[in-house]
């Protein structure tokens, strides 16, 4: 069934065209962004051939006409990357008049996609749809509530087994566990959207998620369903809880209604923030300290104060203090909170938190104290690396650099700006040695670091008007959306003609053949990493096999937990980025 699937929206796409020959003698490809490419913005599709061949030129031809619009050079044989043994960047940048369009060179032929100035209309606001199938509690999507008797308290100062009520929030991926810093994270960046490009959303839904409109664009309810669950996970001045739920949850996909897998009926753990070593498998984490979970919470709390001034007095004061109390929080003990696991040694292991404590004291206008953390991690580690530990270094991109250099006029913003360029330069330099600009490490939730390195090329161009960069920012946007050797989007459902996934990690699609519109894959891995994972095993043929290397690997598969399972933060931090390309 997954492969008529697939053939059906390829034939769609592609059109008949590019069946001049069956497809399984094809040895060349034009990878595009599905999404399309702006009037006035950079256009650059990958030419690649599975072996050694030489391209000359290429054309851009009218679909409506069938005539030849544009040619020019191939330019540059980037050579092999992959699975490619030749590979050439088409840039059609100068040509900018709106219409469908299909490349052609030689016997490839690329799918029809359009140029104009709203490719990206509505993306950002599709997406809040998979931040709603995610929420704990009520679930819109389901039209039911799940995860009602949260929960039981553990390593608190209160005895174990305490019950707190924590209901709320959303789930974090495909299982069900809840975590404060991606969530806190997540909240930030829909907070962010709704303050820096509020037009690119719409008020199509209530506060529960339900249809209907409340006055309210849908961002900043969905924004809001995080504040309120952060609200719960600090409770009180010195009480803050790290996550519910542990890997025991891993024990079967299932729709999210009650687990009863933790021994205390439907309750589940609630973790709490000591800034000491907890549990991971068979030993512990390496917790250091409570900063780095407690600052985005002052942060998430910080700026929904300021959105919410001007629209519920009570709301924003009450987020102020709890600003204030988590930044108190977070200077308990300076040092990382990593998550916990029981049984399985995967968890999010942050090393970093600096980073943390320059947004927060940005954040409640700390400003000298946060340009200190600025100088003490210029770069987020993993901008030029080769590899990283899973969540090692997060947020992914330091938030913190660009929300203080707004606020600073003088010497310190340009050497804020500098910190920027330095790891964007250090990315560019490894991604102009391949003609997909690649150069974010293939680790696992790849495509959260794209969809964040982005934003950072993003910030640094409007801040500075260095358009340097420019070239490498839109090659990272294309890659999520087509330009990759899969020729996949990496969200689900987007764009809805397109090659998208259609059989994720996740108990909706797989169970129930629920769609997941608007949820951020994991992405592509290294093929080593890939193959010392524990408990993966394809369900289907790899329709994408042709296209897999003993560099990188991609699955739309089930099975494939690694680069096929969407994850509630990358796509929140998705939803920012696809809101600044609307109105951008």
Not at 128 to 139: A, I, V
Not at 532 to 551: H, K, V
Request: hydrophobic share 35%; glycine share 8%.
């Amino acid at each position: 069934m997954k492969k008529i699937l697939r053939f059906l929206l390829f034939f769609f796409f592609v059109g008949l065209v590019a069946f001049t020959k069956n497809e399984t003698e094809f040895q060349s490809w034009i990878r595009i962004n599905q999404l399309g490419y702006r009037n006035e913005g950079i256009k650059v599709a990958v030419w690649c051939a599975l072996n050694k061949k030489r391209v000359r030129k290429f054309e851009l031809v009218d679909v409506s006409t069938g005539k030849v619009v544009y040619s020019a050079g191939a330019g540059k044989d980037f050579g092999a990357y992959g699975p490619f043994e030749s590979t050439y960047r088409l840039d059609f940048s100068t040509f900018n008049k709106s219409g469908d369009y299909y490349l052609r060179s030689g016997k490839a032929v690329s799918p029809h996609f359009r140029i104009g100035k709203n490719v990206y209309s509505g993306t950002a606001n599709f997406c809040l749809q998979y931040m709603r199938q995610q929420r704990t509690g009520f679930n819109p999507f389901l039209k039911d509530s799940c995860h009602t008797r949260d929960g039981y308290t553990l390593n608190g100062p209160m005895p174990d087994s305490t019950y707190v009520d924590v209901v709320g929030g959303w789930h974090d991926a495909s299982d069900y566990l809840q975590y404060s810093t991606t969530s806190a994270n997540a909240t930030y960046h829909l907070l962010m959207a709704y303050r820096d490009f509020p037009a690119a959303f719409r008020d199509e839904k209530l506060s529960n998620g339900t249809e209907g409109q409340n006055g309210t664009k849908d961002v900043l309810d969905e924004a809001k369903w995080g504040l309120d669950w952060l609200l719960k996970m600090h409770p009180q001045k010195n009480w803050m809880f790290n996550q519910i739920a542990d890997d025991r949850d891993h024990i079967s996909m299932r729709i999210p209604k009650l687990d009863s897998m933790y021994g205390r009926g439907h309750e589940r753990p609630v973790y709490f923030i000591d800034g000491k070593p907890q549990q991971r498998g068979k030993g512990k984490n390496n917790t250091t300290g409570t900063s780095s979970t407690a600052a985005k919470f002052s942060s998430a709390f910080a700026l929904g104060a300021s959105i919410y001034s001007s629209i519920d007095n009570g709301y924003s004061k009450l987020l102020e203090e709890k600003s204030l109390s988590a930044y108190h929080y977070a200077n308990i003990k300076p040092g990382v909170t990593q998550t916990v696991s029981v049984k399985a040694p995967y968890i999010y292991a942050e090393e970093n938190w600096v980073d943390d404590m320059e947004l927060a004291s940005t954040s409640i206008n700390r400003l000298n104290e946060a340009y200190q953390y600025a100088g003490q991690e210029p770069l987020t580690p993993w901008l030029g690396s080769d590899t990283a530990k899973h969540y090692q270094w997060y947020p992914f991109i330091n938030l913190g650099h660009y929300e203080l250099a707004k606020r600073i006029s003088d010497l310190r913003r340009d050497t804020l700006l500098g910190y920027y360029k330095a790891g964007i330069q250090k990315v560019y330099e490894k991604g102009l040695q391949n003609a997909f600009y690649r150069g974010i490490p293939f680790i696992w939730c790849s495509n959260n670091l794209t969809t964040s390195f982005a934003i950072q090329c993003g910030w640094y161009r409007k801040l500075t008007n260095d358009r340097q960069f420019e070239a490498l920012e839109q090659a990272n946007i294309d890659w999520l959306f087509g330009c990759n050797p899969w020729g996949t989007s990496m969200v689900y459902g987007l764009p809805s003609w397109g090659d998208t996934p259609i059989d994720p990690h996740s108990a909706f699609t797989h169970l129930k053949n629920y769609p997941i519109n608007g949820g951020l894959v994991d992405g592509p891995v290294y093929a080593s990493i890939y193959n010392n994972l524990i408990g993966i095993t394809l369900n289907d043929p790899d329709e994408y096999a042709r296209f897999q290397s003993a560099l990188v690997v991609y699955h739309d598969d089930y099975g494939d937990y690694s680069t096929n399972e969407p994850t509630m933060d990358g796509t929140a931090t998705l939803i920012y980025l696809l809101a600044s390309l609307e109105e951008d």
